[in-house]
C-alpha cells in the first residue's frame, strides 16, 4: 500500500511512459531514440526525486503528529467540556500509529518503510538503520527496496560508519542496476571512498557512473565537483 501523498507520482508515471515511448515508425534514427530514451531516464529519476520529496514532507508531517499527540491534556475539572471533546485526543492518538518508532505487527511495508524514513528525516539514524533493515529482510521485492537500500548507506554515511555505508551503496548498484538510486549510490560510494582516502578506487566508480549512467543527475553532479 503506498503513502496517499504518492499518489500523483503513480498517476504521472503512466503518462510518462506514453510521453516519452520511442515511436514505433522505421523512420526514427538511432540517434533520435537514444534521445527519447535519456530524456524517459531522466524524467523517471525527477519523478524518484519528487517522491523523495513528499516522503520527507509526509516524515515530518508524523513528527509533528507525534509531538502533539504527546502534549500534556488540559485537566477535565478546568472546564466544562462535552464527551465527544472528551474522546478527541484518543482519536487523534489512534490517527497516528507509528509512535517513538515503533511498529505492530499489523504495519504495511509502506508504514514500515515511511517510519524508517521519518527517523533518517529526524536524524534518528540507528532507528533509521533498524526500520529498513527490518524492511529489506522482509520485502526484499518491494517497490521500495532500492531506496531503503540507498537510505540505508545513508544513515550510515551520517554516522561516519563509512565501511557500512560503502556495503550498502554497493549492494544498491548490483542488486538493483536498473534502479533510479543507482546513480545517486555510485556517486555516494565515490564521496565514501575519498573520505576514506581511496582515491583510486573512487576515480573508478567515478568512471562507471559516468560511463553507466552518463546522463543522469549524479553524474552531472560528479562533474560540477571536479
Known sequence: MRSPLLLPILVLLPLAGCTLAPPTSGGVSSAELTRLQAE??????????????????????????????????????????????????????????????????RSSPTEIYLQAFSDYAAGRFEAAISGFGTFLASYPNNDYAANAQYWLGECHFSLEQYDRALAAFQAVVSDYPRGSKAPDALWKMAQVQMKTNQREAAEQTLRQLRGTYPDSAAARKSLQAE
Open 40 to 105: 524517459q531516464a531522466g524524467l523517471a529519476q525527477r519523478l524518484d526525486q519528487i517522491e523523495d520529496r513528499l516522503l520527507l514532507i509526509e516524515a515530518r508531517l508524523r513528527d509533528q503528529q507525534r509531538q502533539m499527540s504527546q502534549l500534556p491534556e488540559q485537566p477535565v475539572a478546568e472546564k466544562v467540556t462535552s464527551p465527544r471533546e472528551i474522546t478527541a485526543p484518543a482519536a487523534t492518538a489512534a490517527a497516528a500509529p507509528l509512535v517513538e518508532g515503533k511498529l505492530d505487527q
